[in-house]
């Protein structure tokens, strides 16, 4: 299954298997993400890197992530949980998104 925090309209999710099987045979030790978003390509990623540098153009898409590198795994997830439990699930709800 794959993992996100959230989701929205534009997501890449669908595309992380492939990407992996594409980045598999590379030899670069650089990951660099220009639009994250949600994160759904990067919390998926199949293959170490020695170093991440993500961005996304919104701030506030930022701000979470700079918040969320903090945590530790279980955390993390308690934090998803709590943003569902608070906003509601959008693949349940509409209204949630």
């Known amino acids: ?16 298997e492939q ?8 030899k670069e030790k650089i990951y660099i993400e220009s639009f994250l978003g ?9 293959k170490e890197f020695e170093l991440y540098i993500i961005n ?3 701030s506030e898409i930022i701000s979470i992530w700079n918040a969320i590198k ?6 993390f997830f308690d934090f998803k949980k ?3 439990d ?8 509409k ?3």
């Open 1 to 16: 299954m794959k993992d996100y925090l959230f989701k929205y309209t534009g997501r890449k999710s669908f595309f992380s």
């Open 19 to 26: 990407f992996n099987e594409m980045i598999a045979p590379l």
């Open 38 to 46: 949600s994160g759904a390509i990067f919390s998926n990623l199949k």
């Open 56 to 58: 996304d153009f919104s």
């Open 70 to 75: 903090q945590f530790n795994y279980e955390e």
């Open 82 to 84: 709590f943003i569902i």
């Open 86 to 93: 608070k906003f509601g699930d959008i693949k349940e709800n």
């Open 95 to 97: 209204e949630s998104y």
